[in-house]
Nanobody
């Protein structure tokens, strides 16, 4: 599974960005895809996840502001981020999980999101 992200950038507080993650390779094996983020000096944290069945989960700090969605025809997952705050500044990583005998994690290269106050 290969993941390629796009859509990061610099935005003012209150603004919006949309991240995209295009998957290729053994995409039929993917059970869930999600977005994680890592701010300087902090651990990587889950932002949102969408399962193959369409269920979604969000971390509390982004509920009501971020929306994860997918386009199966394009093998792409999106993260629409609205009402951005400076504390959303981080490198955002796309993740794909494949559940077999164990859980395999695949990662994109990361895309920088910077929110200025």
């Amino acid at each position: 599974v290969q993941l390629v992200e796009s859509g990061g950038g610099l935005v003012q507080a209150g603004g919006s960005l949309r991240l995209s993650c295009a998957a290729s390779g053994s995409i039929f094996s993917i059970n869930a895809m999600g977005w994680y983020r890592q701010a300087p000096g902090k651990q990587r944290e889950l932002v949102a996840v969408i399962t193959s069945g369409g269920s979604t989960t969000y971390t509390d700090s982004v509920k009501g502001r971020f929306t994860i969605s997918r386009d199966n025809a394009k093998n792409t997952v999106y993260l629409q981020m609205n009402s951005l705050k400076p504390e959303d500044t981080a490198v955002y990583y796309c993740n794909a999980k494949v559940v077999a005998a164990t859980v395999y994690d695949y990662w994109g290269q990361g895309t920088q999101v910077t929110v200025s106050s």
